[in-house]
C-alpha cells in the first residue's frame, strides 16, 4: 500500500490543485452537520468531510476505542498514542484512494460519511489543556528591541540560549470565526502620570503556529529530542491577539498578562506531523550552539508559506500585508517542547504552544502590526484613503498557511477574527 504522503496517490474525490485538503493531507476537525448529530471528528478532503463516526460505525476504521470519533474534541483520539494516528491516517488513505472501492463503491456509506464542507460548522478541535506562547523568531525579538531598546541592546542576553515563553490562557483559545471583542484594560502613555482603565487603543495580531500536544509526559522527568517530536500530534495556524498598549504598562516585571488573555484564534484543521515531514527542513544556524539538552540531530523545521490579509471596515477587499515561512524560526517546535518540560513540568494531551510571532529578515515579512507599521509610526496603506496603524473596530484579519508540493498543497485552511467594540 502506497505511503499516504506518496505524491502520485489520488483520491476518488475530486480535488482542486490549488486546494488545502488533499488526500496527502488528511487534517483533523471537529464538525456538526444539518442532521442534527451532535459535534464528532471528521478529515478533510477536497471540498468535503469525511466523517470518522460513521467509517467507525460501519467498522471501515479499526481503532481500540471507536467511539473516540464520537468525541466533541481530538483528545480522546490523541490520547491512542503516535501508532494508532499513523495507522489511521494511512487506513484514511486507503478508503479515499481512486483505485480502491471499498467506500468508491459503496454509495450508501458514501452518502452517510462525506458531508459538503460547505454545509458543516466547524468547532474548537482540541479541549485545550494550557497553552503556553513562545517569542522564538530571531527577526521578531530583534524588531522589537530595536523599537524599545535600541540597536545594540536589541536581543536580551538569555535569547539566543533557550525558547522565552509565558504562559497563557487556554479558557479563552476560540476556533476560527469567532469574534473578538476589543479587550479593556490599564493604560498608561508615557506622558501620563497615573493610569487610567478603558478599551485598548493599540489592539494588534500575531502571526503564529500553534503546536497540539497529543501525548502526556511524566512530571519530574525531562524529555528527549525523540520523546518530543513523537509527542506532537500535529498543527494549527495560531493568531495571538495583542494589547500593546495594556502589555506595555503591566509587562514589568512579569511580562504580559491581560495584553495576551482576552483572545486567541486557531484554525479549525489540525495539520498532522506526519502530513508535514516531507517538507522538514533545518532551521537557522544557532549561534552559540545551544546547551546538550536543547541540541537537534535533525531538521525540525517546515517549509510552510504563511498569508496575512486585513480587510479594513470601510474595504470592499482583503490586503495582503504580509508574507512570511515557519522555516526562519530560530527555535524549533521540538526545541521548545523539550525546553517546556525540562525543569519536570508536565506536558498534557491537549496543550497548545504558540510558535511566537513569526517573522521573515524583510520588511514585508513582518508577522505583527507592532512591527509593519514600526509601533504606529509608519502608517500600513491598505487602499485608496485607507490606512492602519492597529486594528480598528469592524476589522477583519485571515492568516492563512500551505506547504507545496509536487502538484498539490498540504494547507491549513484559514484563521479569521473580526474586532467588535468593547462595548
Known sequence: ???????????????????DFPIQNLPYGVFSARDGLAPRVGVAIGDYVLDLWQLAQDCRIDVVEPGVFAAPSLNPFMALGPEVWSRTRARISELLRHDHPELRDNEKLRQRALVPMAGVKLH?????????????SKEHATNVGVMFRGKDNALQPNWLHMPIAYNGRASTVVVSGTKVRRPRGQLKPPSAELPTFGPCKRLDFELEMGV??????????????????????????????????????????????QAKAFATSIS??????????????????????????????????????????LRAVDMNEAARICRTNFKYMYWSSVQQLVHHASSGCTMNIGDLLGSGTISGPDKDQRGSLLE??????????????????????GDSLVMRGWCEGDGYR???????????AAG
Do not use: K
Open 124 to 136: 474548537l478541535p482540541v479541549a485545550v489543556a494550557g497553552y503556553t506562547d513562545f517569542y522564538s
Open 410 to 420: 498540504v494547507g491549513f485552511g484559514e484563521v479569521e477574527g473580526t474586532i467588535v
Open 372 to 393: 509593519i507599521s514600526w509601533n504606529g509610526s509608519e502608517p500600513v496603506e491598505l487602499a485608496s484613503g485607507v490606512s492602519r496603524t492597529f486594528l480598528e473596530d
Open 268 to 309: 479549525p484543521w489540525i495539520v498532522t506531523r506526519e502530513a508535514l515531514q516531507p517538507f522538514c527542513v533545518p532551521g537557522p544556524v544557532q549561534d552559540p550552539v545551544p546547551l546538550p539538552y536543547l541540541q537537534q540531530t535533525q531538521p525540525h523545521n517546515y517549509d510552510l508559506q504563511l498569508d496575512v490579509s
Open 1 to 19: 500500500m502506497p505511503h499516504p504522503n506518496d505524491p502520485s496517490v489520488r483520491s476518488f474525490i475530486p480535488v482542486d490543485p490549488a486546494s
Open 212 to 257: 497540539v500536544v497529543g501525548q502526556p509526559s511524566v512530571m519530574g522527568e525531562m524529555l528527549t529530542e525523540r520523546q518530543a517530536e513523537e509527542m506532537i500530534f500535529g498543527f494549527v495556524l495560531l493568531n495571538d491577539w495583542s494589547a500593546r498598549d495594556i502589555q506595555q504598562w503591566e509587562y514589568v516585571p512579569l511580562g504580559p498578562f
